[in-house]
């Protein structure tokens, strides 16, 4: 079934820690997007990237890193686990540019 | 810089009541604009969209929402509401230089019997 794949579906994790949630999507889309999803505060982006090779910051990037080595991948990972980092994430991906975001099952991260 | 302000964090509703999901938006370029609906436990999947040409979009499950430029608006509405409705609802803008989704809080939407 075409889509995006993320894994793990949930995670409890030791503060400290370093973490690397998967993202991978065979719709071959060109930009591909990491949200955190908090009780009311929405999604907000954490780090984006427009096509392979490229990535860029979002809302909230600090204690966060992504890699796009290829179109299929998004790796995001958490270097050193904080409490805070409590959420839960969401891949999506988009075709090009201004066009609908696909999404993931997400991951449900808890930092202790 | 775009945002999204979603009026309302909870929408409580009878069944067969209309539903209207409140969304304003702040954009510097035209904008695409987008409805999300989310499930308990899932990821977010598109009800509609906006990119150019008729204002009124129509999406799944009898949604749909009008483009209004002047009030810079984009509310979702539904005649008459149903059980299965009920879940959050997020509306999204992109435009600019990056064209990067930006989300607003979310509207729980809740039908009552």
Not at chain 1, 3 to 9: S, V
Not at chain 2, 5 to 19: F, P, R, W
Not at chain 2, 25 to 45: D, K, M, T
Request: net charge positive; hydrophobic share 35%.
């Amino acid at each position: 079934i075409a889509g995006i794949t993320q894994a793990p579906t949930s995670q409890i994790l030791a503060a400290g820690r370093r973490m690397t949630l998967r993202c991978t999507q065979d719709m071959r889309h060109n930009a591909m997007y990491w949200y955190r999803q908090d009780l009311g505060l929405g999604l907000r982006l954490i780090h984006y990237s427009n096509t392979a090779g490229t990535t860029g910051k979002g809302e909230v990037p600090d204690g966060y890193s992504v890699s796009r080595a290829n179109t299929d991948d998004f790796p995001l990972t958490l270097a050193s686990a904080v409490p805070s980092q409590t959420s839960v994430y969401f891949c999506a991906s988009s075709r090009e540019r201004g066009t609908e975001a696909f999404f993931g099952q997400g991951t449900r991260l808890t930092v202790v | 810089a775009q945002s999204v302000t979603q009026l309302g964090s909870h929408v409580s509703v009878s069944e067969g009541a209309l539903v209207l999901l409140r969304c304003n938006y702040s954009s510097s370029v035209p904008p695409y604009l987008f409805w999300y609906v989310q499930y308990p436990n899932q990821g977010l999947q598109l009800l509609l969209k906006y990119t150019t040409g008729a204002t009124l979009v129509k999406g799944i499950n009898g949604f749909e929402a009008e483009f209004k430029k002047s009030e810079t608006s984009f509310h979702l509405t539904k005649p008459s509401a149903h059980m299965s409705d009920a879940a959050e609802y997020f509306c999204a803008v992109s435009g600019g230089g990056s064209y990067i989704p930006t989300f607003g809080r979310g509207t729980s939407l809740i039908v009552h019997p």
